[in-house]
C-alpha cells in the first residue's frame, strides 16, 4: 500500500506558477500516479498522469500549461502549473494505482489518494 502527502497549494494571481508536490510512502508497489482536481460543485477529473517509465498524459484543459514529473529516488511526484486561471481553482488530489494507462483514467480506477490541497486562482 501507499500513502500519499500532497503540499504546495495556495492562492494566487491569474497568469502565476504553482509547483505541488506529492510525496509517497510505504511499499513501492504502484506504476502509475496521477494528479486529478475538483473544484466546488463540480466531479472530480483528472489533470495528468505519469507511467513508471515517464510517459505522461494531460487533460486537454490543462495541456501545454502543467508539467507533470517524478523522482524516483525521492519518492516525489510534482505538478507545474503555468499560466494559471480562474477556472483551475479546485482541490488538487494526488493519486496512484496499479493500472498501466495512456491516458488519464476515470478517479474510481485510483487505488490511493492524498487528503488534497487547495488551490485558488485569483482574477
Known amino acids: 500500500q501507499a500513502q500519499l502527502q500532497e503540499s504546495g497549494g495556495e492562492s494566487v494571481q491569474a497568469g502565476g506558477s504553482l509547483r505541488l508536490s506529492c510525496v509517497a510512502s510505504?511499499?513501492?508497489?504502484?506504476?502509475?500516479m496521477a494528479w486529478f482536481r475538483q473544484a466546488p460543485g463540480k466531479q472530480r477529473e483528472g489533470v495528468a498522469g505519469?507511467?513508471?517509465?515517464?510517459?505522461?498524459t494531460y487533460a486537454d484543459s490543462v495541456k501545454g500549461r502543467f508539467t507533470i514529473s517524478r523522482d524516483s529516488a525521492k519518492n516525489t511526484l510534482y505538478l507545474e502549473m503555468d499560466s494559471l486561471k480562474p477556472e483551475d481553482t479546485a482541490m488538487y488530489y494526488c493519486?496512484?494505482?496499479?493500472?498501466?494507462?495512456?491516458?488519464?483514467?476515470?478517479?474510481?480506477?485510483?487505488?490511493?489518494w492524498g487528503k488534497g490541497t487547495l488551490v485558488t486562482i485569483s482574477s
Open positions: 493519486a496512484a494505482g496499479f493500472g498501466a494507462w495512456t491516458y488519464v483514467p476515470a478517479p474510481d480506477r485510483m487505488d490511493y
Open positions: 510505504g511499499d513501492s508497489i504502484v506504476n502509475y
Open positions: 505519469i507511467e513508471s517509465g515517464g510517459n505522461d
